[in-house]
């Protein structure tokens, strides 16, 4: 099977290809480079090709939906920090961007569209665990954009009949998520904080929760949308069932590092939510989701690839 996976050269994107690729598919990447790193696909460079453009260009989109079977559309804006600093540009990549992908998968007859959907759609509603079924009410730009590309693939889907499935990631956490950003996920800070010797920042109390999960259940998930039965036109949650504190992170990394470092608290940040837990019920009925790597197992992989890369970026 031809697979376009959108973002390739990024966290989520690359570990995706990785596994494809290991199945015997073919890939094309197309990434404007803008997060991802071509160093992510340095393994099995030789067996894909990569396109370098952006999906806020249509022509290039075209191109690279050439005889595709299936889009894995992982290209997107990411953090709620920008979009709230920024909506203008998050709405033109995570819209813009989206409708034009669902547009060239129409034209090219894509036989399914695998979305990056996001559990920023359910804003701050007290309700655990986050099911499907609920109301979306995002809080933030960013979760705004996300919600309105599942209703554009599944408009495309009764208006073009396109197959669509939308998977609202929980916080997915792993190797290759990139710690130097202002932007980047909490988990490959707080490691890289660790690794350093210098207090992780919580912003907050510390007490609030997420449903870390660990990147090869999300790769998992995006193989298993693409041609599940009955899941086109439907949303699914991509998470663990378990929620986590901050605080609790920083005791698992106090252990695995061996470091009795406390955390730094600083002001809760605008637009982030206080607790998040997935129910997952659907996906595993439908997707035969079944996440295969807890947290814990996760931290530990996570901070051992953190403590590779800071090794050799010393060695540098």
Partial sequence: MRYVV????????SNTVDELVRRGHSVVVLDDMSSGKEENLTEIRSKITIMKGSINDLEIVQKAMLQADYVIHLAARTSVPRSVKDPIETNRVNVDGTLNVLVAARDNKVKRVVLAA???AYGDTPTLPKAES?????????GVTKYVGELYAQTFGRCYALENVSLRYFNIFGPRQDPDS??????SRFSTAFLESTPPVIFGDGEQTRDFTYVDNAVQANILACEASGATGKTFNIGTGQAISLNNVVKMLQKISGKTLE?????????????SLADIQLAGEVLNYKPAVGFEQGLERTYAWYQTQHTKKVAT
């Fill in 6 to 13: 959108t973002g390739g050269a990024g966290f989520i994107g």
């Fill in 118 to 120: 996001s559990s920023s």
């Fill in 134 to 142: 609920m109301q979306p009410v995002p809080i933030s730009p960013y």
């Fill in 182 to 187: 202002p932007y980047s996920g909490v988990l």
């Fill in 263 to 275: 955390p730094k608290y600083e002001l809760p940040r605008e637009g982030d939510i206080r607790d």
